[in-house]
């Protein structure tokens, strides 16, 4: 199968390099297990859709329950790892500073996917917003791992959250739930064109988010008549 992203240049706005730019992916949206398997059917696919579901989701338990149990298990698309971290400073388990946690990188088969993929450059955007990177100030982390109750930073380009519509303001979309937060204004501590402090609520139930901002900002006196949204260009793993 021949696989192509389509890519945006956005200008990098962190440098002062007139012709720095970076390469956003043109994303059509997020998929779950239904939307796949509605895929696998368009394909020509003949089971059920009740028998897919019920094997993927007996195969999931059962990938989980052997990550949990000390296995490392490779699907041919991850490869999952559990870990313990924290500071063992008196031998025992503290839940306050020790926790579990399951690493999951590129399998075999995704990794060679990636390397047989290409990808098609549309030129410039002509949207000047664009996030960047997110950063949990808590570890230092910027691969999108975020840590409930502690501080994150986003950065971008006209990302400020500006604007009288209702819809305007900072949205953590669960993955698997569908279950779409805004965070309130309290949680937002800095709120500036390129730069976003805001805290992860301690509630928020942990699981993979999709992050995304709505907001009127134009950078100049007016607002924008309608809103308009953007979303980072990869999941966020809150816990």
């Known amino acids: 199968m021949v696989r192509k992203l389509k890519a945006w240049l956005k200008k990098n706005w962190l440098t002062p390099e007139a012709n720095d730019f970076s390469a956003m992916i043109e994303s059509f949206g997020s998929v779950n297990v239904d939307g796949i398997i509605d895929e696998l059917k368009a394909e020509g696919m003949e089971l059920k859709t009740e028998t897919v579901l019920d094997v993927i989701t007996r195969y999931n338990r059962k990938c989980i329950d052997l990550v949990l149990s000390g296995h490392n298990v490779s699907t041919g698309l991850v490869y999952m790892k559990a870990m313990v971290r924290g500071v063992f400073y008196d031998k025992t388990w503290n839940p306050e500073r020790n926790h579990l946690h399951v690493a999951i990188s590129q399998g075999v088969d995704l990794r060679n996917a990636v390397a047989e993929t290409s990808v098609e450059i549309m030129g410039e955007h002509p949207d000047p917003i664009a996030l960047f990177t997110i950063t949990d100030l808590s570890t230092g982390k910027t691969d999108g791992s975020l840590t409930l109750g502690f501080n994150a930073e986003l950065k ?84």
Do not use: M
Not at 180 to 198: G, H, M, T
């Open 156 to 239: 971008g380009a006209y990302i400020k959250i500006t604007g009288k519509d209702e819809s305007c303001g900072l949205y953590l979309r669960n993955v698997d739930t569908s279950e779409d937060v805004k965070l309130e204004p309290q949680y937002i501590a800095i709120n500036d064109p390129s730069r976003i402090l805001f805290i992860v609520p301690a509630n928020l139930s942990a699981g993979t988010y999709e992050l995304r901002i709505v907001t009127q900002f134009t950078g100049g006196g007016s607002s924008l008549k309608h809103p308009r949204a953007v979303t980072l260009g990869y999941h966020v793993t809150v816990g």
